[in-house]
């Protein structure tokens, strides 16, 4: 005989077994794209006036299996707490006989996000941008505490009669990057007409006070905005996603448009990975005097590793008309904060460096942005592939992805640091390749990574100062790897009781 049993129902819970069983046996309505209910194409709904019961006929399974399906999901939902708290799982045999069950659930009816019609009619505009502002915090809040994800589709969140958010899926989703709201946010834009410039900031406003509240770096704020201003948005609604990143950096301001270049014309140096080496950096500065070279790019990580991050920080203040990016030492420096995923030697220089700044030169560092964009070019400490800007390697697995990005993107030469090692890798029309040759010319090139290699910390077998000169007009490349007073450098390092390790592979350019 065809029966229901509740599994783990509230004590207050407003169903019974019975009049799920007799909902079962009514007409079903197939969820799927261009349907009147959207979901998973194999999510069989059932209309039940105030409720709405689902079945998920994708899962036939033996009896024990299901049940330990169930009190699992039922678990995770208690432990995230952004269902309906009268949601009510169950098991429906469909015949005595039968081995296996069917999986199904029930909840209140909730008016899903994208019923627009409907919702327009009992909330303002405003009050819609209230309760999108409340699904991105329970996405954030999921994401943080559990390294989860949620659907942010807006089918997928509803009201109830109280005027409460609930999510509607009974899924989540493994892994923690901040592109699927990025993602969103850009569909909100180009989709909701009613979206305005004003409601935009609105939105963007709450988004970021919630990124903050959730994550103790602020860098996520740069994430998702610089993330929403990669997507596409056709040009009529140009505004309405400046307003939303605009509200997200709030008084926060970067400037990601490279200066003008100064009197040494196309020709321009790149430069980074300093890592602390006073007398590294003024052998290079003192270089580029000498060739007449008066700006360039500085591709990030001023500090870490080396003992004089407040010489360098000066040194690279004082540089004019120079465009500057941020890397992931600087970035752990300003912030004061040393994660996991890095080597013992990197962490403890990060500790000693953050005991060495000011407030004033550890926000100077802050203040640099994640990349520089200019006529032809894109600057970044770690990948163009990477959404975060600093923390991704262009090298032998990576390089193919990443000239994929600069074509998607139409962007000629992208510059990089964060390997250490100078490196050119070109898509031409004889394919793709990797080239470290002191001279290289590049006009034939559709894109090109160029990493110059590390002013202070080189690891490509031998040591000295590795920059790289470009001419613009002409494309042409060169690296150099000049010699440097590395003795004073290790003397002070020695000073300051830096382990022996860190010396040794400065020795050894490794």
Request: charged share 20%; with cysteine; net charge negative.
């Amino acid at each position: 005989m065809s029966h229901v049993e509740l599994i783990s129902p509230l004590a207050d819970s407003p169903y019974d077994s019975e009049s799920i069983l007799a909902a079962c046996h009514r007409q079903r309505v197939m969820a799927g794209p261009g349907e009147a209910l959207t979901g998973r194409p194999v999510t069989a709904l059932i209309d039940i006036g105030s409720d709405m019961l689902k079945l998920r006929t994708e899962y036939r399974l033996p009896a024990a299996s299901a049940r330990r399906f169930v009190e699992q999901a039922i678990e995770r939902e208690r432990l995230l707490g952004v269902h309906h708290p009268h949601k009510t799982w169950f098991l429906w045999s469909p015949a005595a006989d039968n081995e296996t069950v069917v999986i199904g659930n029930v909840t209140p009816h909730l008016l899903a996000l994208n019923r627009y019609d409907e919702l327009s009619k009992r909330y303002s505009p405003s009050s819609q941008v209230g309760f999108m502002a409340q699904m991105l915090d329970d996405y954030l809040a999921v994401l943080a505490k559990d390294e989860l994800s949620l659907d942010l589709c807006l089918s997928n969140f509803g009201v109830d009669a109280d005027d409460e958010l609930f999510y509607l899926d009974d899924d989540f989703y493994p892994g923690s990057n901040l592109t699927m709201l990025s993602d969103a946010l850009g569909t909100w834009v180009r989709a909701l007409e009613w979206l305005d410039v004003a409601l935009a900031a609105a939105l963007g406003k709450l988004l970021s006070k919630s990124l903050r509240q959730h994550f103790a770096d602020a860098h996520v704020v740069t994430v998702v905005a610089e993330g929403l201003r990669g997507v596409f948005v056709p040009p009529q609604r140009e505004a309405v996603a400046k307003a939303l990143i605009d509200a997200l950096y709030g008084e926060q301001t970067f400037t990601y448009q490279a200066p003008a270049p100064r009197s040494s014309g196309s020709v321009m140096a790149l430069i980074g990975d300093i890592h602390g080496n006073a007398p590294a950096l003024e052998c290079a500065l003192e270089y580029l005097a000498r060739r007449g070279i008066d700006h360039g790019v500085m591709l990030g990580d001023v500090v870490g590793y080396g003992p004089h991050p407040k010489q360098c920080v000066a040194m690279v203040r004082a540089l004019q008309g120079w465009s500057m990016v941020r890397g992931n030492h600087d970035h752990a420096v300003a912030c004061g904060e040393i994660r996991g995923g890095i080597t013992s030697l990197a962490s403890w220089s990060l500790k000693w460096t953050i005991g060495q700044l000011d407030d004033d030169e550890r926000q100077w560092l802050s203040q640099l942005p994640v990349y520089q964009q200019g006529e032809q070019w894109l600057a970044v400490h770690g990948s163009p592939l990477d959404k975060t800007f600093f923390n991704g390697y262009v090298y032998q697995m990576s390089y193919i992805e990443n000239l994929d990005e600069l074509s998607a993107r139409q962007v000629p030469l992208c510059f990089h640091g964060h390997t250490h090692i100078q490196k050119t890798w070109r898509r031409d029309g004889d394919g793709d390749a990797g080239d470290s040759s002191e001279r290289q010319q590049l006009a034939e090139a559709a894109h090109v990574l160029i990493s110059p290699g590390s002013i202070g910390q080189p690891r490509g077998g031998e040591a000295g100062v590795e920059l790289a000169i470009i001419d613009l007009a002409s494309r042409e490349l060169e690296y150099h790897r000049l010699p440097y007073d590395m003795e004073q450098t290790l003397t002070d390092m020695s000073k300051q009781q830096f382990p022996s390790e860190m010396a040794d592979r400065l020795r050894r350019g490794q």
